[in-house]
């Protein structure tokens, strides 16, 4: 196969991980703001994840995402270490999810093969100055530490000698110097250096070396890289084994080696030796300070992490491994290739009519595994909504914060699963829902009391499965949809197709869904944007699911969206009308029957009724309707089929049924779509015959 | 072939070291994503070498190094630091890490540094 899924994987891991760093970012920072207070916990997880990304952009030579990472991680490293008691959280939340903005802009950007060329420069400067601001504020602790810090240790020394307790005999010894150079960009040379140092403590009691004071790192590293690091060490060993000992030095350039006399003199400027000799003062203990933070934190989590820890083995995470998406989807197309190619053996015409007592037992074998098959596939495809639902803590919060709202959020059933596919489509429609809710729906905090209602108002996101299908409910205690409005602005933009008086409730509520509609007068930042209910709706069908809208005046809004699990496979009813065939997902199918005459009515303007249990339901002619020539046409020759969607029944009359099959839905051809407006088709399929039929959009033919 | 396990929170510079690795003739036998499952895995597989991030969740890397080297003190353990952790790769130097590669590492240094210790 094409090598198009192993390009760049690596830059796919990038752009996954940040992602989900990011909204892990998010999340934090939310909840911490909610709470005005950043737990250490939270800065721990800020610090580390703006490290990873700064890291991971690094390597992948992404430098605006890097620089601004870092920037936001010394910020947090600050925070960490000094604990501000003075902390503006709510400015601090706004810097850092500017900062968020900005990496997800750019990881956008390459996302879609752009380059990321962001210019995050200000807002370096803004998350500096805010460290600046934030350092000022607490001068009192951190003024000593910072002189502490400046204060030079032995500034002017330029050796450094270690000196053990056990007195050594000078005669035995060998002093040898080495002059070491790094390679040009191994980076750190002065913990290389001190790599060696160490090193050589377990050879030798006597080293000096030049540059001595190596920890301090801007000083030192130049030093070395100009002039090389030279250590002058008295060992027993002999001039081979030092010889080897430095030449393997790892990113070693150059080694100049020398042995010196054996009376050298090493001790110059002998010092006692302290243990590590050159931490400052200072920064050992910072460090020590975050060690014990971070054994503190470990402790604690792993006494709580315990209990379920012990269930689990150990190689869990192993077993679990990320896979593209683009493959995930090539499976599927194949999985209904084969679905297709089964149906095709095994409904082959050249086996009609023939005693195949052997073959059936095989293809029922068969079709039980291709069955278990497409679940699985379908199965991994499946992604749990909580990532979606999450993201719109988000929305709600700088909308809430512009608009001067108080909102909280309720989320149910956030694991309930979708199709990847679809939840890709759902994000954008369901952010609207929610700015719509927040920005028409629910009112200012005054107003709220006013109506005698609590300050805050309410947004429940809940998402449950029903059947074949995931409802997705976004319910406000706002003030609800006002009728009269509706229907006034309605009739202004010209969008009435009846009588104001024949409309039910629900026609009403619908009328907003329509395009060109939009009730409030000026258009705010969030829900105008020029994208009204009529775009959501129709990203919703173009998943092929729908949109309901119900309300109470003064009581809030409730608006439902039922969604496909699923894409890409139906159980669908093969039908037959002419020479056509059709297909209707079965899920809508609620009963099929040979109709009587004598059932039929006609209503004044000479549609089609038929009654059934005292009911009337509305006919359609399939023929009729997709204009196709057939000789069966009276009642009592074909079949009616009656379909359920929405609360809304029609009969649909089709020649015949030709039995229930699992169908791949595809698109209808691109040339067929611009050709024509294909208007109630969803899609089509081929049958294991080979030929190919129309998958029928129910949704447009109940309506 | 030298066996290595490598350390690191990042699922990224986990996937950057291991492509480095197998295409120079390492094994990667393991991967670990916080101090703690290293640790496991250390004890499990017994590799010949371990890249160790520093910054991680649950269990840092410091704190892995020294775990991992009180209960083999042979162990050699390559710590995988950023820019400006300098006080980090001490400690860790100091605590018995053999060598340390800096982020961004290029495909030679990593080689390098683990064909050398």
Same mark, same amino acid.
């Given at each position: 196969?094409s090598n198009?899924?192993?390009?760049?994987?690596?830059?796919?891991?990038?752009?996954?991980?940040?992602?989900?760093?990011?909204?892990?970012?998010?999340?934090?920072?939310?909840?911490?703001?909610?709470?005005?207070?950043?737990?250490?916990?939270?800065?721990? +997880?800020?610090?580390?994840?703006?490290?990873?990304?700064?890291?991971?952009?690094?390597?992948?030579?992404?430098?605006?995402?890097?620089?601004?990472?870092?920037?936001?991680?010394?910020?947090?490293?600050?925070?960490?270490?000094?604990?501000?008691?003075?902390?503006?959280?709510?400015?601090?939340?706004?810097?850092?999810?500017?900062?968020?903005?900005?990496?997800?802009?750019?990881?956008?950007k390459?996302?879609?093969?752009?380059?990321?060329?962001?210019?995050?420069?200000?807002?370096?400067?803004?998350?500096?100055?805010?460290?600046?601001?934030?350092?000022?504020?607490?001068?009192?602790?951190?003024?000593?530490?910072?002189?502490?810090?400046?204060?030079? +240790?032995?500034?002017?020394k330029?050796?450094?000698?270690?000196?053990q307790? %056990?007195?050594?005999?000078?005669?035995?010894?060998?002093?040898?110097?080495?002059?070491?150079?790094?390679?040009?960009?191994?980076?750190?040379?002065?913990?290389?250096?001190?790599?060696?140092?160490?090193?050589?403590?377990?050879?030798?009691?006597?080293?000096?070396?030049?540059?001595?004071?190596?920890?301090?790192s801007?000083?030192?590293? @130049?030093? #070395?890289?100009?002039?090389?690091?030279? !250590?002058?060490?008295?060992?027993?060993?002999?001039?081979?084994?030092?010889?080897e000992?430095?030449?393997?030095?790892?990113?070693?350039?150059?080694?100049?080696?020398?042995?010196?006399?054996?009376?050298?003199?090493?001790?110059? @400027?002998? !010092?006692?030796?302290v243990?590590?000799?050159?931490?400052?003062?200072?920064?050992?203990?910072?460090?020590?300070?975050?060690?014990?933070?971070?054994?503190?934190?470990?402790?604690?989590?792993?006494?709580?992490?315990?209990?379920?820890?012990?269930?689990?083995?150990?190689?869990?995470?192993?077993?679990i491994?990320?896979v593209? !998406?683009?493959?995930?989807?090539?499976?599927?197309?194949l999985?209904?290739?084969?679905?297709?190619?089964?149906?095709?053996?095994?409904?082959?015409?050249?086996?009609? /009519?023939?005693?195949?007592?052997?073959?059936?037992?095989?293809?029922?074998q068969?079709?039980?595994?291709?069955?278990?098959?497409?679940?699985?596939?379908?199965?991994?495809?499946?992604?749990?909504?909580?990532?979606?639902?999450?993201?719109?803590?988000?929305?709600?919060?700088?909308?809430?914060?512009?608009l001067?709202?108080?909102?909280?959020?309720? #989320?149910?059933?956030?694991?309930?699963?979708?199709?990847?596919?679809?939840?890709?489509?759902?994000?954008?429609?369901?952010?609207?829902?929610?700015?719509?809710?927040?920005d028409?729906?629910?009112?200012?905090?005054?107003?709220?009391?006013?109506?005698?209602?609590?300050?805050?108002?309410?947004i429940?996101?809940e998402?449950?499965?029903?059947?074949?299908?995931?409802?997705?409910?976004?319910?406000?205690?706002g003030?609800? +949809?006002?009728?009269?409005? #509706?229907?006034?602005?309605?009739?202004?933009?010209?969008?009435?197709?009846?009588?104001?008086?024949?409309?039910?409730?629900?026609?009403?509520?619908?009328?907003?869904?329509?395009?060109?509609?939009?009730?409030?007068?000026?258009?705010?930042?969030? @829900?105008?944007?020029?994208?009204?209910?009529?775009?959501?709706r129709?990203? #919703?069908?173009?998943? /092929?699911?729908?949109?309901?809208?119900? @309300?109470?005046?003064?009581?809030?809004? !409730?608006?439902?969206?039922?969604?496909?699990?699923?894409?890409?496979?139906?159980?669908?009813?093969?039908?037959?009308?002419?020479?056509?065939?059709?297909?209707?997902?079965?899920?809508?199918?609620?009963?099929?029957?040979?109709?009587?005459?004598?059932?039929?009515?006609?209503?004044?303007?000479?549609?089609?009724?038929?009654?059934?249990?005292?009911?009337?339901?509305? %006919?359609?002619?399939?023929?009729?309707?997709?204009?196709?020539?057939?000789?069966?046409?009276?009642?009592?020759?074909?079949?009616?089929?009656?379909?359920?969607?929405?609360?809304?029944?029609?009969?649909?009359?089709?020649?015949?049924?030709?039995g229930?099959?699992?169908?791949?839905?595809?698109?209808?051809?691109?040339?067929?779509?611009?050709?024509?407006?294909?208007?109630?088709?969803?899609?089509?399929?081929?049958?294991?015959?080979?030929?190919?039929?129309?998958?029928?959009?129910?949704?447009?033919?109940?309506? | 072939?030298?066996?290595?396990?490598?350390?690191?929170?990042?699922?990224?510079?986990?996937?950057?070291?291991?492509?480095?690795?197998?295409?120079?003739?390492?094994?990667?036998?393991?991967?670990?994503?916080?101090?703690?499952?290293?640790?496991?895995k250390?004890?499990?597989?017994?590799?010949?070498?371990?890249?160790?991030?520093?910054?991680?969740?649950?269990?840092?890397?410091?704190?892995?190094?020294?775990?991992?080297?009180?209960?083999?003190?042979?162990?050699?353990?390559?710590?995988?630091?950023?820019?400006?952790?300098?006080?980090?790769?001490?400690?860790?130097?100091? *605590?018995?890490?053999?060598?340390?590669?800096?982020?961004?590492?290029?495909?030679?240094?990593?080689?390098?540094?683990? *064909?050398?210790?």
């Open positions: 196969m198009q899924f192993t390009n760049e994987p690596l830059l796919d891991m990038f752009l996954f991980e940040t992602s989900q760093l990011l909204e892990q970012l998010e999340q934090a920072i939310i909840s911490s703001e909610k709470e005005s207070d950043f737990s250490d916990e939270a800065i721990n +997880l800020i610090f580390r994840i703006m490290h990873t990304i700064k890291g991971s952009a690094s390597m992948m030579l992404f430098d605006n995402i890097a620089r601004l990472a870092h920037s936001i991680e010394d910020l947090f490293f600050y925070i960490r270490k000094e604990k501000p008691s003075n902390m503006d959280c709510s400015s601090l939340s706004d810097l850092i999810l500017e900062g968020v903005d900005f990496i997800k802009v750019e990881v956008d390459i996302k879609d093969n752009l380059q990321a060329d962001g210019n995050a420069n200000s807002l370096i400067q803004m998350i500096i100055d805010h460290l600046a601001q934030l350092k000022q504020n607490n001068q009192p602790v951190s003024l000593a530490i910072t002189m502490e810090d400046e204060l030079p +240790l032995q500034p002017k330029q050796q450094y000698y270690i000196r307790v %056990v007195t050594q005999e000078v005669e035995h010894t060998n002093v040898y110097k080495a002059i070491i150079h790094f390679e040009e960009d191994c980076e750190m040379e002065n913990m290389r250096a001190y790599t060696v140092i160490h090193n050589l403590k377990d050879i030798s009691n006597e080293v000096t070396y030049i540059p001595a004071n190596i920890i301090d801007d000083e030192s590293v @130049s030093i #070395i890289r100009r002039d090389g690091f030279q !250590v002058v060490v008295r060992t027993e060993l002999s001039t081979e084994k030092m010889y000992f430095f030449s393997q030095t790892i990113f070693l350039k150059d080694l100049e080696f020398f042995q010196l006399e054996s009376d050298y003199e090493m001790n110059e @400027s002998i !010092v006692e030796s243990k590590p000799p050159f931490i400052k003062e200072s920064n050992a203990s910072i460090i020590l300070e975050a060690i014990k933070e971070t054994t503190d934190h470990i402790v604690h989590k792993e006494h709580t992490d315990r209990t379920e820890k012990e269930v689990i083995p150990s190689n869990v995470a192993q077993s491994i990320s593209s !998406v683009p493959k995930l989807d090539k499976l599927m197309d999985v209904g290739e084969m679905v297709i190619a089964e149906a095709m053996v095994i409904e082959n015409p050249d086996l009609k /009519g023939i005693q195949l007592v052997n073959f059936k037992k095989a293809a029922r068969l079709n039980k595994i291709t069955t278990e098959i497409q679940d699985m596939v379908m199965s991994i495809r499946m992604v749990p909504l909580s990532a979606t639902f999450v993201k719109m803590h988000r929305v709600l919060r700088d909308m809430s914060k512009k001067e709202r108080e909102v909280t959020l309720d #989320i149910i059933g956030e694991e309930t699963e979708v199709d990847k596919n679809i939840i890709e489509h759902i994000s954008d429609p369901l952010m609207h829902l929610v700015r719509n809710s927040i028409h729906g629910i009112e200012s905090p005054e107003e709220r009391v006013a109506a005698g209602k609590s300050r805050a108002g309410t429940i996101l998402a449950k499965n029903a059947g074949s299908d995931v409802v997705i409910i976004v319910r406000d205690d003030k609800g +949809l006002n009728k009269a409005k #509706i229907l006034k602005k309605a009739s202004e933009n010209d969008l009435l197709y009846k009588n104001e008086e024949d409309m039910t409730e629900k026609e009403i509520f619908n009328l907003i869904l329509l395009p060109g509609f939009s009730t409030k007068e000026a258009v705010t930042e969030f @829900s105008g944007r020029g994208v009204g209910m009529d775009v959501v129709k990203n #919703i069908e173009a998943v /092929g699911g729908t949109l309901s809208v119900d @309300s109470i005046e003064g009581r809030g809004t !409730v608006i439902t969206l039922k969604i496909p699990l699923t894409l890409a496979i139906i159980d669908g009813m093969n039908i037959k009308v002419g020479k056509s065939r059709y297909t209707i997902p079965t899920i809508a199918i609620k009963e099929s029957f040979r109709p009587k005459n004598e059932d039929i009515i006609q209503d004044p303007d000479g549609n089609e009724m038929i009654m059934v249990r005292g009911k009337c339901y509305l %006919v359609k002619r399939l023929h009729e309707l997709f204009k196709v020539s057939t000789e069966i046409k009276k009642f009592s020759e074909g079949i009616m089929l009656m379909i359920e969607q929405d609360d809304q029944t029609v009969c649909v009359f089709a020649d015949a049924l030709l229930q099959q699992q169908v791949v839905v595809k698109a209808l051809p691109q040339y067929i779509q611009n050709f024509k407006k294909m208007l109630g088709l969803a899609g089509c399929t081929l049958l294991g015959d080979g030929s190919i039929s129309l998958i029928i959009d129910v949704a447009r033919l109940v309506h | 072939m030298k066996r290595v396990l490598i350390v690191d929170d990042a699922a990224f510079m986990r996937m950057a070291i291991r492509n480095i690795l197998v295409k120079h003739d390492f094994e990667v036998v393991a991967e670990a994503e916080n101090g703690a499952v290293a640790l496991s250390y004890i499990e597989m017994k590799p010949d070498i371990v890249t160790m991030d520093i910054t991680m969740p649950e269990m840092t890397g410091l704190e892995a190094l020294k775990a991992i080297r009180a209960i083999d003190p042979e162990a050699k353990i390559v710590m995988v630091s950023a820019m400006g952790q300098e006080q980090m790769v001490m400690e860790a130097i100091t *605590n018995g890490a053999k060598s340390f590669i800096v982020k961004p590492f290029k495909e030679d240094h990593v080689v390098q540094t683990l *064909n050398r210790v």
